[in-house]
């Protein structure tokens, strides 16, 4: 009788311990500049195919829902962001198993704003994605913008200001981000892609799906991605 109950606890172990484990939150954080657009669209896109998966994506009625959260974070002791997120606060704290959430602007917010987030998701066990890229390839996908808006070259100037000298996407900033919050967050679960390695391979949707989430790129529908996909915001 003793070595059954020893053999029944071994087959069942697996799944006691797959009921204990925690769910997973994979935030996608930018930056800016590095198509956070094109994945939260495909996000929107596949809301339904990610619950399959036990994902649910926060902010899913659109792929800049999420945005207000992490303003609300860039600025905590605004109530009027506070209680504009408070939604997706909600969101997080009832979901049913895994999220996935995405924001660029998640990128510049500072330690008060991610003592927050990190309370919020203290029941997950988190994973922070961050896509970088080159100066030039940033330069790049500005000019094909604005050639494409037709924009005049006194907008292209300003562009030029608010996406180069403030250091969004550059790698000033990438050493500033991953600073701030590997004081939040384990460094081990703080993952880091090119953004110009995952052009090479595919797409920057696709290589989070598969790199990141482990989950299979066929169940997903999304558009072919170009280096122009990234646009000012």
């Given amino acids: 009788m003793h070595y059954i109950s020893k053999f029944i606890l071994l087959i069942l172990?697996?799944?006691v311990l797959l009921s204990f484990a925690r769910p997973r939150a994979v935030i996608h954080i930018g930056p800016h500049k590095a198509s956070s657009t094109f994945i939260q669209k495909n996000l929107v896109k596949n809301a339904l195919v990610f619950q399959d998966f036990n994902y649910s994506i926060i902010g899913s009625e659109s792929p800049k829902a999420a945005s207000t959260l992490a303003l609300s974070l860039q600025v905590p002791e605004d109530d009027t962001w506070r209680t504009a997120a408070e939604k997706y606060f909600l969101?997080?704290?009832n979901a049913p198993g895994n999220i996935l959430l995405s924001s660029e602007e998640l990128d510049v917010v500072g330690d008060t704003g991610l003592k927050i987030l990190k309370e919020a998701l203290r029941r997950f066990d988190v994973t922070i994605v961050y896509f970088h890229r080159e100066r030039t390839h940033l330069l790049r996908s500005v000019w094909y913008e604005l050639n494409r808006k037709l924009v005049n070259p006194e907008q292209f100037a300003k562009w030029v200001l608010r996406y180069m000298n403030q250091q969004k996407g550059n790698v000033a900033d990438l050493v500033a981000t991953h600073m701030v919050y590997r004081r939040h967050f384990?460094?081990?679960?703080?993952?880091?892609?090119s953004f110009e390695g995952c052009m090479k391979r595919s797409s920057t949707f696709s290589v989070l799906l598969t790199d990141v989430m482990q989950l299979p790129v066929?169940?997903?529908t999304f558009e072919t991605e170009t280096s122009n996909s990234a646009t000012p915001s």
């Fill in 218 to 220: 066929a169940k997903f």
């Fill in 91 to 93: 969101q997080i704290e």
């Fill in 13 to 15: 172990s697996p799944y």
């Fill in 186 to 193: 384990d460094v081990e679960n703080i993952v880091l892609l």
